[in-house]
């Protein structure tokens, strides 16, 4: 079972990081995006919202992929 949710994170993840630009057009820009089978299934600019609400739908945000949708021109620097 854990290298099934794993796998589906991984999933999600790619499919998050190849869409970044759909989601920016589609007005994700400065929110927190769960996503589950490669589609947005919860966001807002407060992540806590963002939680509240996978709680009222029965997700457990532990197991999905959730990041943060920067503006086009940001550059992040590690």
């Known amino acids: 079972m854990e290298q099934q949710t794993l796998q589906k994170f991984q999933r999600d993840s790619e499919w998050f990081h190849s869409n970044i ?3 920016q057009d589609e007005g994700f820009i400065g929110k ?3 996503i589950k ?3 947005p299934i919860a966001s807002n ?3 806590n919202l963002v939680l509240e609400e996978l ?3 029965g997700e457990d945000p532990s197991l ?4 943060f949708v920067h503006p086009r021109e940001f550059t992040l620097i590690l």
Do not use: G, M, P
């Open 32 to 34: 927190f995006v769960a």
């Open 45 to 47: 600019k407060d992540i």
């Open 21 to 23: 630009k759909n989601l």
């Open 55 to 57: 709680d009222r739908k």
């Open 64 to 67: 999905l992929f959730i990041e």
């Open 37 to 39: 089978n490669s589609k």
